[in-house]
């Protein structure tokens, strides 16, 4: 391995470079993956693939945090209310 091979290797991001990663799941959470279950999943209330969705938020069906995966397939909407409670049990559930 040539010496810029390594030193890209060690000053990427500890999620690209497949080291222990220290950072919340909102700092390495994919926005590809959201634009693509929005086009996929249109907004529940509005019926757009693209744009807001009001009152609704993209939920990670298994969190970040508890080892899901960041992907179209772990996401779905839910309801502010709803994941606002889902958010409250999986923090009790699922400690980092």
């Given at each position: 391995?040539?010496?810029?091979?390594?030193?890209?290797?060690?000053?990427?991001?500890?999620?690209?470079?497949?080291?222990?990663?220290?950072?919340?799941?909102?700092?390495?959470?994919?926005y590809?993956?959201?634009?693509?279950?929005?086009?996929?999943?249109?907004?529940?209330?509005?019926?757009?693939?693209?744009g807001?969705?009001?009152?609704?938020?993209?939920?990670?069906?298994?969190?970040?945090?508890?080892?899901?995966?960041?992907?179209?397939?772990?996401?779905?909407?839910?309801?502010?209310?709803?994941?606002?409670?889902?958010?409250?049990?999986?923090?009790?559930?699922?400690?980092?």
């Open positions: 391995m040539s010496w810029s091979r390594t030193f890209l290797f060690v000053a990427l991001p500890c999620y690209v470079a497949l080291a222990p990663c220290l950072t919340s799941a909102s700092e390495y959470r994919s590809s993956f959201k634009r693509d279950f929005q086009r996929q999943h249109p907004c529940p209330s509005t019926g757009r693939p693209t807001k969705c009001p009152g609704y938020v993209k939920d990670h069906i298994r969190a970040l945090d508890c080892g899901g995966p960041d992907s179209v397939a772990n996401m779905q909407w839910q309801t502010k209310a709803a994941a606002k409670a889902k958010d409250k049990w999986e923090r009790k559930g699922c400690r980092r």
